[in-house]
C-alpha cells in the first residue's frame, strides 16, 4: 500500500474512508448565488465549502464539466462562468449527497 492510498485525515484506506461523507453532513450552509463582474457577464458563486474539508479543486472542475462552462475555484470559493444556479444545487444535492437543508440558492 502506498502513501497516496491513506487518507492524511484519518489514517484509513482511501477506499474505507469516510471522511469527506462525515464532511458534507457536518456543512452549515452552502450559499448559491450569481453576482454581475461586467454588463452582460455573470458568475454563478458558491461558498460554504471551505470548512467542510472538502477538496474545492475536485469539485469545481466536477461542476465546471457538469455546467460545460469555465471557473475556478479560489478564497474558499467556486466561481462559475454564467448563471448556473439550480444546475448546482440539483448537481450538490443528487451527485455529491449533500442534504438540500444545507443548500441555500438566491
Known amino acids: 500500500m502506498q502513501e ?3 487518507c492524511p ?3 484509513l484506506p482511501k ?3 469516510v471522511c469527506e461523507e462525515v464532511s458534507k453532513e457536518t456543512v ?3 450559499k448559491i448565488y ?3 463582474v461586467r454588463p452582460g457577464k455573470v458568475v454563478t458563486i458558491i461558498e460554504g465549502l471551505d470548512d467542510a474539508g472538502i477538496d474545492l479543486q475536485e469539485l469545481a ?3 465546471k464539466r457538469e455546467c460545460a462552462c469555465g471557473g475556478t475555484a479560489k478564497e474558499g470559493k467556486i466561481i462559475l462562468q454564467g448563471d448556473h444556479r439550480n444546475k448546482v444545487r440539483e448537481f450538490l444535492i443528487k451527485k455529491e449527497g449533500f442534504s438540500e437543508d444545507a443548500i441555500e440558492v438566491t
Open 4 to 6: 497516496d492510498d491513506i
Open 9 to 11: 485525515v484519518c489514517g
Open 15 to 17: 477506499e474505507l474512508c
Open 28 to 30: 452549515e450552509k452552502i
Open 34 to 36: 450569481t453576482e454581475q
Open 61 to 63: 472542475s466536477k461542476l
